[in-house]
């Protein structure tokens, strides 16, 4: 049996909160193979972005252990997650967050830039991207000439850049009306057709019908997982 | 890696121009005044470099006290003290390079309708020789002119123009007081004494015919003065103590009796003149460099505010991939180059006044590209410096934190 790509046990999240410490993630197990693609659905203040962000390498747990790609998250140190972020993964969020000042081909090129990639391949390579996701002829645009889902594809086409074998998004089509959303779920499909794996968080039923795979949280704890239509 | 880095440096510091014209501007102060003020004292040094110079070096004088015959001294009543044989008597310790007395004061030159009041110098030849004093055209007068006492005159650049104009002097007659003097030479021009005096508003005449036609001395034999120059520099104290000795000993002075002359350290005098200048402008530069301190705190005001702002841009960097010394190089370089931009207009605006000041009032300055050099180095160590803290803020930050920050 291959290495999963994630494999979560017993993870825990406390925040330190004015009324004390608050348990928002309470002892998760989870394993996701290579080539899947699952949705997060539960109720706000469930701890999904809890999760995302401990799965995105951007936080650390309190307790409990995390093995990405096989490798175990928690004796990394900074620098070694920033190369996770950059290498191994790819996140796209609720709020796109692309660098405002920035051309929509440089704000793709910039993980790239981290990874030490010459000049001629960022362009190349974020060029390639930009049409994949339909948004060639916008290369010099800044993000604030184009709209909200086009942005948000953008940050997918930044994800995608450095070819990571995992994409995390959090709520990415929150923002977007719903036309929009199943154009970004064309895309999400399109990519865990290629073979990336996929874990989105979503609020929504019918765009968590685009995955294979359902897994529920509630009050920190995973309370369903099941396969879906769409595996079938 | 750090060229990307360069040019979104660049577009941060574009992105809020007159904020990073402000930041600037202490840099550009601060850089501009140390750069002034280095032209205005290396200036002054050079000036007194110049000057010190022209006086001849290793140099030290001897000035006769008066005294009545018999030795007992009386205020101003006699006459000098000093002679020709005491300065035969000093050429002869070892060490002396040359020995000339001289016998000066201030008289009426006259050529044709031409008149002027100068400084009449009688001496011998070895006064050319331990002032390093050239001649343009013509010669110096020998020893043979001293011991037969000739009407003969090497006259300074000053005295020239002034008495013959655009004439060549060599071989006219001038007169000193009434009588005519044949003008042999031409000396070099030397410029402003460390004094402010002219030095080549002077004439040069045998120490003889200066005594018995010029200043008509009773005391034939005496001298007002004597200069004295040394081989070497490290010599100075040495022969000076030795002159000491010799003279009180010719003088017959008792050990209870003070000294009858005088002893003047020339080089020593220049040497200290030389030296507050050099403080001076150590000083001058420290005070402007103050300032640079002032311009790098306002740097790192203004990084530790981009950081603030931009805590949200950081989070996204790391969460994209940056590490700690991704973040902390873009800041640091941000930094550098606000610094570096305020330096180098600080420099050019440093040296456009420096010339100004040089064009309004003359006073010599010196731009040098040392002082230059010394900005560049100032002010990249500024920004990295006073960069440092706040980079150091950005790349700390957690990244959940930041991503958060709204
Ligand atoms: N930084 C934080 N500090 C304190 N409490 C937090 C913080 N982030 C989230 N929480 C709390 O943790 C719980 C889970 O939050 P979150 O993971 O954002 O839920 P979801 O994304 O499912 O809505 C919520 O009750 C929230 O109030
Ligand atoms: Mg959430």
Redesign the pocket.
Known sequence: MTEAVIRVEGLGKS???AAGE?P?LRGVNLRVDGGEYLAIM??????????MNLLGCLDRPSSGAYFLAGANVAEMDRDALARLRNHTLGFVFQGFNLLPRMSLQDNVALPLVYAGVDKASRRARARVLLERVGLGQYADSLPNRISGGQQQRVAIARALVNQPRLILA?EPTGNLDSQTSEDIMALFDSLNRDGITIVL?THELDIAEHARRQVR?RD?CIISDHLTGAAA | MIRPMLGEAWSAMNANRLRAALTMLGMVIGVGAVVIMLAIGQGAQYAIQQTISTMGSNLFIVLSGFSSSGGVRSGSGGGPTLTVADADAIAELDGVANVAPTHQGSRQVIYGAQNWSTQVIGTTPAYLDARAWSITSGSGFSDSDVRSATRVVVIGQTVAENLFGEEEPVGKTMRIQQSPFVVIGVLGAKGQSLDGRDQDDTVLIPLTTAQRKVFGTPFVGSVRMIMVQTERADQMEQVMAQTTALLRQRHRLRDDMPDDFFMRNLSAAAESEAATTRTMSILLGAIASISLIVGGIGIMNIMLVSVTERTREIGIRMAIGARQRDILLQFLLEAVMISFAGCFTGLLLGIAIALGINALTGMVIVISGTAALLAFAVAASVGIFFGWYPAQKAARLDPIEAL?YQ
């Open positions: 925040y330190q909160t608050f928002a539960g109720p706000s203040g469930s701890g999904k972005s809890t999760f959090d968080v949280f920190g | 958060r």
